[in-house]
Every structure is written in structure tokens, then in C-alpha cells.
């Protein structure tokens, strides 16, 4: 059994292409795979946890991704933290224990830029991002990196975020022209709109500040709930990740899941003129996927500590 913490996995130098790569790969054989739903456990008002398992038969694994977020840790840091297990469902015993952090943000990014690639029309010059952290930067690195199009990029002023990650990126990637906005209408205006906020009290903007043909990108699904009613269509990663919204019953029957579309089953954008919305922050099924891909690296590579696990020898052991 291989474990791989987080700055191993960091310093493997896997390319942003690559974890696109398997992540679209994911979305064309979902419907072969067995996807639960996740379940949340909430300890209080300071904890939460989230279990996410999956099984993917085309390559003979199973896995389960555990999510802690609990603010109360006893270090006075928030424990905030994933990790990966995954097995062969043919054989007995664990592969792999991967810390998820990296995978998780990383596969983020990769799915909320294919959503922009695939779903954007192909006249968009603006795009609009808010919610300026770690998933926000992973999003620039990835559409700097797997799309040469060119956007000016409106960031919406919070703190520093926006001079930090211009700071960041702005030689990296010329093909992008940042500029800082103060309003979420100056955002939610723009051809493109991308938020990795976590939280909102309310919706962002008002529905005729959406311009016909843009495309919006929540990544952590808040602020744009008025969207799910006056846009032409829903693009959804799982029907289960949806049904608890709050207007899931209004909107269902203009979704579409995301491997539809890769299939060939349905379609994406219909015309130059609908407004789309594309709720895909990920599955399970991508964690485990990537994390499988990452163990075959680390495998081929040497890397990562290995750990015999002994198993019961006959189911007779008493």
C-alpha cells in the first residue's frame, strides 16, 4: 500500500493537462460508474464531515474520499483537511491512502474550466471571477495553461486577493488582461462569470444583469439562485448534488448532466444567445480517479511510503 501526503503528491509535477485530462475522462464513462450520494455529518456549529465514495468497474477500483472541517480543532487551527483511500474491487486490501487537498483543488479547477472551454460562446472577451483563493488561483493557472483565448479578467476587489494574484499571474499568462472591479454587477456582467465564493447571504446581481449568451460558473454553488429560474439551461455534474436546491423542482426539466454531454447524448450550448449556468464542482468518482492516476505515477516512480498491510489468511481466523 502506497501513502502519499501532500507534498509528495505536490512534488510529482503533474501537469494541469493532465488532471483535465482525467477529469473529462470521468465524465465519459460516469454512467458506467456507481456514484452514491455523499453524506454530510454536522457536529454542532464547528464540525463537518463529508464521506464521498465511488466505484469506477472500468478500471477495477473502489474508494471513498472523508472530508474534515472542524473549526474547533484543539491547536487552534481549523482542521480542515481530505484524504483518499482506494482499492482494487477485484482484491483484498487498500492500494493507496492519498492526502485529498491537492487532488481536491486541483480537480476543481479542472472541471470549472471545462465548463468555460465547452460552454462559453466562442465571441466571449470578458470574464468575471470573485471568490480570489486557492481555487480561484488553481482556476487562472488552469485556463492560462490549457486555453490560449484571450479575456480581460474583472476580479472583484476583496482585501488583497486581487493584487496578489495579478501578482501571481499576470507575467505568467499575457493573455489575460486583469483589472479590479468594486461591484458584483461589474462581475456578473461580463461574458463569463466564475465565483469560488463558499458563502452568500443572498443572490449576487438581479437576473437582467446576466447579458444574453453568458455563461455562470459557481463553483461552490451560492449566489445565483435566481438563475436556476430565468436561465435557458441548468448543467449539472450529478442530479443527487441538486435535488436538495431550492428551486430544483422548477429547474429540472431544463438540466443536463455533464456526462450527457460528453457522450454525445445531449448538448451543451444551443445558441449564442442562452444563458447557461453549469453547477460541476466535481464527484467522488473524479478524487478517486485522479488519486488512482496518481498512484500509478508514484508507483511507476518509486515515490510515496509503502506499508505492507497483513489480511486474514482464511475467513476462519478465531
Same mark, same amino acid.
Given at each position: ?15 494541469? %493537462? ?24 454536522? /457536529? ?9 465514495? =465511488? ?39 487498500? +492500494?493507496?491512502? !492519498?492526502? =485529498? ?7 476543481? $479547477? ?11 460562446? *466562442?465571441?466571449? !472577451?470578458? +470574464? ?14 488552469? +485556463? ?26 499576470? =507575467? ?32 449576487? $446581481? ?14 461552490? &454553488?451560492?449566489?445565483?439562485?435566481? #438563475?436556476?429560474? #430565468? ?14 436546491? %431550492?428551486?430544483? /423542482?422548477?429547474? %429540472? ?6 456526462? *450527457?454531454?460528453? &457522450? ?7 445558441? /449564442?444567445?442562452?444563458? +447557461?449556468?453549469?453547477? #460541476? ?18 508507483? !511507476? @516512480? =518509486?515515490?510515496?511510503?509503502?506499508? @505492507? ?10
Amino acid at each position: 500500500m502506497k501513502v502519499l501526503d501532500f507534498e509528495t503528491i505536490r512534488n510529482m509535477n503533474i501537469s494541469e %493537462k493532465e488532471v483535465y485530462d482525467w477529469c473529462n475522462e470521468v465524465w465519459r464513462m460516469k454512467e458506467r460508474c456507481i456514484l452514491p450520494a455523499k453524506m454530510k455529518t454536522w /457536529e454542532g456549529k464547528s464540525g463537518r464531515y463529508i464521506t464521498m465514495p =465511488g466505484i469506477i468497474p472500468d478500471y477495477d477500483i473502489a474508494g471513498v474520499k472523508f472530508i474534515s472541517r472542524n473549526v474547533d480543532d484543539i491547536n487552534g487551527i481549523p482542521a480542515r483537511n481530505s484524504h483518499i483511500l482506494i482499492q482494487k474491487r477485484s482484491e483484498l486490501g487498500l +492500494l493507496a491512502v !492519498e492526502d =485529498g487537498m491537492w487532488i481536491t483543488n486541483m480537480r476543481t $479547477a479542472a472541471i470549472a474550466v471545462n465548463s468555460v472551454v465547452e460552454y462559453s460562446r *466562442e465571441d466571449a !472577451e470578458t +470574464l468575471g471571477l470573485m471568490g480570489l483563493g486557492l481555487v480561484a488561483w488553481a482556476f487562472i493557472k488552469f +485556463l492560462g495553461t490549457v486555453s490560449q483565448k484571450k479575456y480581460a479578467v474583472k476580479l472583484l476587489r476583496y482585501k488583497d486577493q486581487a493584487e496578489r494574484l495579478i501578482d501571481r499571474f499576470k =507575467g505568467e499568462f499575457p493573455q489575460f488582461e486583469f483589472e479590479i472591479v468594486d461591484t458584483y454587477d461589474e462581475v456578473c456582467s461580463c461574458d463569463v462569470v466564475v465565483s469560488a465564493v463558499s458563502y452568500a447571504r443572498s443572490e449576487f $446581481a438581479a437576473d437582467d444583469v446576466f447579458k444574453p449568451g453568458c455563461l455562470v460558473v459557481p463553483i461552490h &454553488t451560492a449566489g445565483f439562485q435566481n #438563475c436556476d429560474l #430565468c436561465f435557458d439551461k441548468v448543467i449539472i455534474d450529478d442530479e443527487d448534488h441538486v435535488k436538495g436546491f %431550492k428551486y430544483y /423542482e422548477k429547474f %429540472k426539466h431544463k438540466m443536463t448532466e455533464v456526462s *450527457e454531454i460528453a &457522450t454525445g447524448n445531449s448538448t451543451g450550448r444551443d445558441s /449564442e444567445e442562452q444563458r +447557461l449556468i453549469a453547477y #460541476c464542482g466535481g464527484i467522488a468518482l473524479h478524487d478517486l480517479f485522479c488519486g488512482y492516476k496518481i498512484y500509478q505515477i508514484a508507483l !511507476e @516512480n =518509486g515515490v510515496g511510503t509503502d506499508i @505492507n498491510m497483513e489480511y486474514p489468511k482464511t475467513h476462519l481466523w478465531i
